[in-house]
């Protein structure tokens, strides 16, 4: 399903909130989009000034995360409004990745307006009898017509019946009935985050194995916009970040808390169940000019259920 494309695309109003795969309409950062052709497609975006989520930050730029999730809610856009993949149609992100290409000058929050720009799609589509079996997906965002960010995702598509059958066995292979009992870890408090609202804090204190606990909240407005089945992906590159800060500040190669999430590639092995804890480990390094490198993984029941390389970058 294609269609010709607007002259220009709007920030007027944002797209329906189902294709964007939200419940809040406030939670909805694409307004717009246009097919350029089969394999090709143009979105507009816009990031609010005062949101919960992405508006908690102690310094005058916008956070990369949000252009990033601005981006992973247009995958759902294309899938739907220009592909024609119903609504109902489960799918997972095998993959996702994202880079701040242009330094963070253009990322800089002039404090009048809300950050905008477009971002244009490329996709690889594979079919499985018939139907879609999975799509990649890469693309860039300008701002002004300046690149600040590539983008890129695997995402594989199942039947309802598979998904289902999916999720079924992969919970019957985990020992989720011998669970002992546990209480969920505190978060840490904001600041050792570059936070300020302890609502949007993740993770816990450090155990005597090195690792960060997962806490989850599944009242946040934001994280937790809808009901899912496990624990959702962004949700745990939130984690990455906030893991991944603790221990670069922990270990001396950043200054403060307060640094940019500049880069991620992450891949999802398996889900996260609520039923029992989650840890992170992450694993410091130091890069070029004064950024950092972790590798982090996300672990339960002994399995590293998902794996995240980020980089660090302190504010100038």
Not at 12 to 35: C, L, Q, W, Y
Not at 124 to 147: A, C, H, I, K, N
Request: charged share 20%; hydrophobic share 40%; glycine share 8%.
């Amino acid at each position: 399903m294609t269609s010709a494309p607007p002259t220009t695309l709007t920030f007027d109003r944002t797209v329906p909130r189902a294709i964007a795969h939200r419940r809040a309409v406030g939670e909805v950062f694409v307004t717009d989009s246009a097919a350029l052709g089969e394999d090709e497609f143009l979105l507009a975006w816009q990031i609010p000034r005062a949101h919960s989520l992405w508006g908690d930050r102690t310094v005058p730029f916008h956070d990369p995360f949000a252009i990033a999730e601005a981006a992973r809610q247009a995958c759902f856009v294309v899938v739907h409004r220009h592909l024609g993949i119903p609504l109902d149609l489960p799918f997972s992100l095998q993959r996702f990745s994202f880079r701040v290409v242009s330094g963070l000058a253009p990322l800089r929050d002039g404090q009048r307006a809300p950050l905008q720009g477009l971002l244009r799609y490329r996709t690889v589509r594979e079919p499985r009898g018939g139907d879609l079996g999975s799509m990649t997906l890469d693309g860039e965002l300008s701002v002004d017509g300046t690149p600040v960010m590539t983008i890129g995702g695997d995402v594989v598509f199942l039947p309802r019946g598979d998904y289902d059958t999916l999720r079924a066995f992969q919970r019957a292979r985990k020992p989720l009935a011998d669970i002992a009992p546990w209480t969920p870890a505190a978060a840490v408090p904001p600041e050792l985050v570059g936070r300020r609202d302890a609502r949007n804090i993740v993770v816990g204190e450090q155990t005597a194995q090195g690792r960060c606990p997962l806490v989850i909240d599944r009242s946040h407005p934001s994280y937790f916009d809808h009901d899912y089945d496990h624990v959702p992906g962004p949700f745990i590159v939130e984690g990455f970040r906030q893991a991944g800060l603790l221990a670069a500040v922990r270990a001396g190669l950043l200054p403060s808390p307060v640094a940019a999430f500049t880069a991620l590639t992450t891949t999802f092995a398996d889900f996260g169940e609520f039923e029992a804890p989650l840890e992170y480990s992450a694993e410091p390094t130091a890069g070029p000019d004064g950024r950092v490198e972790v590798r982090l993984g996300l672990h339960q029941f002994g399995a590293e259920l998902a794996e995240g390389r980020i980089e660090l970058t302190p504010y100038p």
